[in-house]
């Protein structure tokens, strides 16, 4: 079985390949695991050495077909457990991912697929990020981020990119959390940000910065 940390950099390498579509540098990949580039280059030797990942000097590393599906599992018991900790025992979807990150490596596949039943087998987690399938790769979905979206027109909020607990709770504050219906007002081109009015709230203006991290479906 993969140890713990293998399971966490393979996790990051997939939410950092998927965003990107390309191969990781190994300093964003540093920084993302909060650790210096030397431990992060000794780390990847280990992997490629497993045939996890392949990394290529001056370009970065990518996960391999055997990395992807590692990390597509670490994934799925990640977002099921988070789910599971807001429907199930009621904790608050800000502080889910700090608990989920201690569960996921201990957590039996048998134990999971019961929760997957129990939860009715879900297709995204409490922010929106999908759930992988027990067996092939997640449907990968195009979306525009509330920065992106047109005056006028009506959008329902699908994903949260920044989980951070400050950031969820300042979104729920202002009623945009996935599901929530939203019409943009005004986008203001020189002042950076976008003004939209929540379903049942009052208008709220979010700098661009933080309507990056919220992707919606378009509704007309």
Not at 154 to 163: P, S, T
Request: charged letters at 25%.
């Amino acid at each position: 079985m993969p140890s713990v940390t293998v399971e966490n950099y393979l996790k990051q390498l997939y939410v950092q390949q998927a965003a990107i579509g390309a191969p990781v540098a190994m300093g964003k990949l540093a920084a993302a695991m909060g650790v210096v580039p030397g431990t992060v280059t000794s780390m990847v030797k280990v992997l490629a050495e497993s045939r996890l990942v392949a990394y290529e000097p001056r370009t970065g590393v990518r996960l391999t077909r055997a990395g992807e599906q590692l990390a597509l599992r670490v994934l799925r018991r990640h977002r099921l457990i988070e789910l599971f900790l807001v429907k199930i025992l009621g904790l608050d979807w800000s502080e889910v991912h700090d608990e989920a990150e201690e569960l996921e490596h201990a957590l039996s596949d048998k134990v999971l697929e019961r929760i997957d039943a129990l939860l009715g087998h879900p297709s995204v987690d409490p922010h929106g990020d999908p759930i992988p399938p027990a067996k092939g790769r997640p449907r990968r979905i195009s979306r525009p981020t509330l920065a992106a979206t047109t005056a006028g027109k009506r959008y329902r909020v699908a994903r949260l990119l920044d989980q951070e607990a400050r950031f969820l709770q300042f979104v729920q504050r202002r009623g945009l959390t996935p599901g929530a219906v939203v019409v943009v007002i005004e986008r203001d081109a020189s002042g950076d940000s976008v003004r939209l009015r929540p379903r049942g709230k009052a208008a709220v203006t979010l700098g661009n910065t933080a309507a990056a991290k919220i992707l919606v479906e378009p509704l007309e």
